[in-house]
C-alpha cells in the first residue's frame, strides 16, 4: 500500500485519482477505487496508541477497546470511498473539536496520570488537523464533481449499560436539516430497518441513544452546503462489547446487508440530490477488482478444479452388469465399480480452509466464496464414500431428497401418460453427432462433439475438455433429438464456455446449487424452443419416484421392477433409469431436474434470469452475479439461449402441465447441489 504525505493526498484528490494509501504517520487510511458522491468514514475504528503515551495512560489496553467501534471498518469496508482512522480515540477523538479532542477523563474514568506534555499533545492535535484537511478536499472534490456528497459517519456503541430496548441501528439527526433531508432520513429509517440477522431482533431508531451532537457532523456542515452527514450508530451485536472477540455469523450478516442499504441510500440519493441522475446501485461501487478476490479465486480453482463429480460417481463396469443383470432375468444384484480418488481428502478440506477469504472486501462477494468452499468441502465426503454404505447419507446430506411436492409434481405429471404422440423419425448416436456439430458451429461454440460408451445418460457435458459426450447406439425421436441438442449445446455448453471466458474461474467450478440451477434451466430451454415433450415430463417425474423408491427400499432390482413393470418402461429404459439413482450407493441427484424447472419458470416470471448463464450459477446468487455484470467485475454471458427471449409457441395442455409444476423451495439458499459433469 502506498504511503504518502497529507500534501501528496490531497494533490492526488484535486487531480482526481483513483488511488489508496495510508498517510505517512500511519494515523488514517484512504480508499478513492472510484468516483460517487458517497463517503465513507469510521473514525473511532482505530486501536492504534503511541508508546509514548502508554506510561502516561492509567487505562490499559483492554479498557481502551471497551470504548472503541471496533470492525466499523469493516462495515463500510465495500464502498468505494472510505476514509478509516487507525489511531485509537484515546489519543485524540476526530468527533470532538480541538479544544476538547484530547479527553482528561472519559466515561467516569481518569485518562491520565498527569497533565500530557505539549510536545505530545502537538503531535495528536496535528493528526486530528490533517484528517479534517483531507477530508475536507475529500468532501470538496465530490461536491465539485456531483453537486452533493452524501457521507455514512458509522460508529458502534456499547448496550449493556444502555436500556434494554436499545436499537440495533439509531441515526442521530439533532445536526441535520431535516426540511431539506427529511427524504434521506426516512430512506435510511426504512433500509436499515429491514435488515435480518441470525437469531437477533433488528430495530432502529431515530435519536434514541445518540442524537447525532459529534463533531464531524458540525465540521462538515460549517463549511459545505451540499453536502448531508449522517451519523449512524450500530449496537455491538456483532461481537462481545466486554472481550472484543467477534461473532463472526452475525458480522457477516451484518456486514452484507449493510453493504447492501447504503449502496440502496448512495443510489438514491444520487438521483434525486446530485447532477448524476440516472443512477444504479452498481454505480455506487467500484468496477476495480479486488485483488484479494483473484487471488483466491486462483488458489481455488487450483485446488478444485479435476473434481468432477460424475468421473467419480459413474460406475466403470455397467456394461458387463448389465449382462449379468439381464443373463439372470432381474435377480442379479448388480455390484457396480468406481475410479479411485486421486485426491487425499484430508488435504484438500485443509488447504480449502486455509484459503484467505476474509481479505475479500465486499462482503456479498466474500460470502460467495465461503459458500462455495462450504459446498467443495460436502462434495469431497460425497466422493470419497462412492461405492460404501454410507454413500447414501452423504449424498442426501449434499443434494437432499424429493419432498411431498416434488412427489406430488411427479405424480400430477404421470396422469398426462398417453396424451398427444412422439414422431416416428428415428435419430441415431452418429446422426446426432453431425447435428449437434452443425449447431455448435452455427451458434460460434468452439467444442468437441464425441460419441462414448461410458455414459449413463443420454449425453453429457465435460467441462474440463469442454466436449460434448453422446451415449453410442442411441434410437431416438426427432424430438428427443432435438431436446436433447438444446439441452446439452443450449445450457451446459453455453455456461461452460462463458465460465471459460471469466475472470474468475468460480464460476467453471459451480456455485453452491448449480446442479438444480443448470438442469432447471436446460429443462426451460427444451420447453421455450418448443422440444418439450409430454414423454420427457413423464421421464423427469419417472425420476423422481425412481429416487424415492431408491431411499425407501435400497434395492436395485425392486426400483427396475418398479419401472419396468408399473410403469412400463422398457428393459434398457428402466435398466439406465436404475442405475442413474443406485450409481455411487444411492444418487438422490435426480429429483433435481423437475424441481429445477419449477423454480426457473418462477424465477423468470419476476426478473431476468440472463445472467444466470454467466457460468454454474445458482438460483439464489442471481442478485450478486446481476451486480458483479453490472460493476464488469464479471463478463455478460455471450452464449444463451435464443429462446430465452422468444420462446416458441407451445401446446396449450403442456402449457398447462408446465405451469403446474412447482419447486419445493423458492430460495434454496444453502442447497449444495452442484457437479462439474451435468448430463440430460
Known amino acids: 500500500m502506498l504511503k504518502l504525505s497529507e500534501a501528496e493526498i490531497i494533490k492526488r484528490i484535486t487531480a482526481g485519482e483513483l488511488f489508496e494509501c495510508e498517510i505517512e504517520d500511519g494515523s488514517f487510511l484512504l480508499k478513492v477505487e472510484s468516483h460517487t458522491p458517497a463517503i465513507c468514514t469510521a473514525i473511532h475504528a482505530g486501536h492504534q496508541f503511541r508508546s509514548r503515551l502508554e506510561d502516561l495512560c492509567l487505562l490499559n489496553e483492554g479498557e481502551r477497546l471497551y470504548e472503541e467501534d471496533p470492525y466499523t471498518d469493516q462495515l463500510i469496508q465495500a464502498m468505494p470511498i ?18 476538547s479532542c484530547l479527553y482528561k477523563t472519559a466515561w467516569g474514568k481518569e485518562v491520565w496520570t498527569k497533565k500530557l506534555p505539549l510536545k505530545e499533545r502537538n503531535i495528536s492535535i496535528k493528526k486530528h488537523q490533517s484528517f479534517y484537511r483531507v477530508l475536507d478536499a475529500l468532501v470538496s472534490f465530490i461536491e465539485q464533481r456531483f453537486g452533493a456528497s452524501l457521507i455514512f459517519d458509522v460508529h458502534s456503541y456499547n448496550f449493556l449499560r444502555q436500556a434494554e430496548d436499545s436499537p440495533t441501528f439509531n441515526l442521530g439527526t439533532e445536526q441535520i436539516d431535516k426540511e431539506r433531508w427529511q427524504y434521506v432520513v426516512d430512506l435510511c429509517v426504512s433500509k436499515l430497518s429491514k435488515i435480518e440477522l441470525p437469531n437477533l431482533p433488528v430495530n432502529f431508531r431515530e435519536n434514541g441513544v445518540f442524537h447525532g451532537r459529534g463533531y464531524l457532523i458540525a465540521h462538515i456542515n460549517s463549511r ?28 457477516q450478516a451484518m456486514s452484507q446487508q449493510f453493504k447492501n442499504c447504503l449502496v440502496d441510500i448512495s443510489a438514491i440519493f444520487s438521483r434525486r440530490f446530485t447532477s448524476k441522475r440516472r443512477v444504479t446501485k452498481s454505480d455506487m461501487l467500484t468496477e476495480k477488482m479486488d485483488p484479494s478476490i483473484l487471488k483466491v479465486d486462483r488458489a481455488l480453482y487450483r485446488l478444485a478444479k479435476g473434481l468432477e463429480t460424475l468421473y467419480y460417481i459413474n460406475p466403470i463396469n455397467i456394461p458387463s452388469e448389465s449382462k449379468c443383470f439381464f443373463k439372470g432375468k432381474g435377480k442379479y444384484q448388480p455390484s457396480f465399480q468406481y475410479r479411485p480418488l486421486d485426491i487425499d481428502p484430508y488435504q484438500f478440506r485443509e488447504k480449502l480452509y486455509r484459503l484467505p477469504v476474509d481479505t475479500i472486501r465486499d462482503p456479498s462477494i466474500q460470502s460467495l466464496y465461503r459458500d462455495v468452499i462450504d459446498g467443495l468441502s460436502e462434495k469431497i465426503d460425497l466422493l470419497v464414500k462412492a461405492g460404501q454404505a454410507d454413500f447414501l447419507y452423504e449424498s442426501l446430506k449434499y443434494y437432499g431428497e424429493p419432498t411431498i411436492s416434488d412427489e406430488q409434481n411427479a405424480r400430477f405429471l404421470l396422469h398426462a401418460n398417453g396424451i398427444g404422440h412422439e414422431d416416428e423419425e428415428r435419430v441415431t448416436t452418429e446422426q446426432l453427432i453431425s447435428r449437434f456439430k452443425e449447431a455448435a458451429s452455427q451458434w460460434g461454440m468452439g467444442c468437441k462433439v464425441e460419441s462414448s460408451a461410458k455414459l449413463v445418460a443420454s449425453a453429457m457435458v465435460s467441462n474440463s475438455r469442454k466436449a460434448v459426450l453422446i451415449a453410442k447406439n442411441l434410437k431416438l425421436s426427432n424430438t428427443e433429438a432435438q431436446s436433447l441438442l438444446h439441452h446439452e449445446l443450449g445450457v451446459h455448453m453455453a455456461t461452460t464456455l462463458n465460465a471459460a471466458s471469466q475472470r474468475l474461474k468460480v464460476f467453471s467450478l459451480g456455485l453452491p446449487g448449480n446442479t438444480l440451477t443448470q438442469e432447471g434451466l436446460a429443462i426451460l430451454n427444451e420447453y421455450q424452443s418448443g ?9 423427469l417425474a419417472l425420476r423422481v419416484l425412481a429416487v424415492k423408491e431408491m431411499l425407501k427400499y435400497g434395492d436395485f432390482r425392486h426400483t427396475y421392477a418398479f419401472l419396468h413393470e408399473e410403469h412400463r418402461l422398457s428393459e434398457s ?5 436404475a442405475v442413474r439413482v443406485h450409481r455411487g450407493g444411492g444418487f438422490t441427484k435426480d429429483y433435481l431436474y423437475l424441481n429445477g424447472v419449477g423454480l426457473a419458470l418462477e424465477t423468470i416470471k419476476t426478473q431476468d434470469i440472463k445472467n444466470l448463464y454467466v457460468g454454474k450459477t445458482g438460483f439464489a446468487y442471481l442478485p450478486i452475479i446481476n451486480e458483479m455484470v453490472d460493476r464488469q467485475l464479471v463478463k455478460a454471458p455471450k452464449f444463451f439461449p ?39
Open 82 to 99: 472510505t476514509l478509516v482512522a487507525q489511531d485509537s480515540r484515546y489519543e485524540y477523538d476526530l468527533n470532538r473539536p480541538i479544544s
Open 224 to 251: 459545505f452546503q451540499n453536502s448531508l452527514v449522517l451519523p449512524l450508530e450500530v449496537k455491538k451485536i456483532f461481537m462481545d462489547e466486554m472481550t472484543g472477540e467477534l461473532y463472526p455469523l452475525v458480522m
Open 531 to 539: 422440444n418439450m415433450s409430454l414423454k420427457r415430463l413423464r421421464g
Open 573 to 577: 429404459e428402466a435398466f439406465k433409469l
Open 642 to 680: 435464443e429462446f430465452l427471449e422468444k420462446p416458441v409457441a407451445n401446446t396449450p395442455v403442456l402449457d398447462y402441465l408446465m405451469s403446474c409444476i412447482r419447486s419445493s423451495d423458492r430460495s434454496f439458499p444453502k442447497k449444495y447441489a452442484h457437479s462439474n459433469g451435468v448430463a440430460a
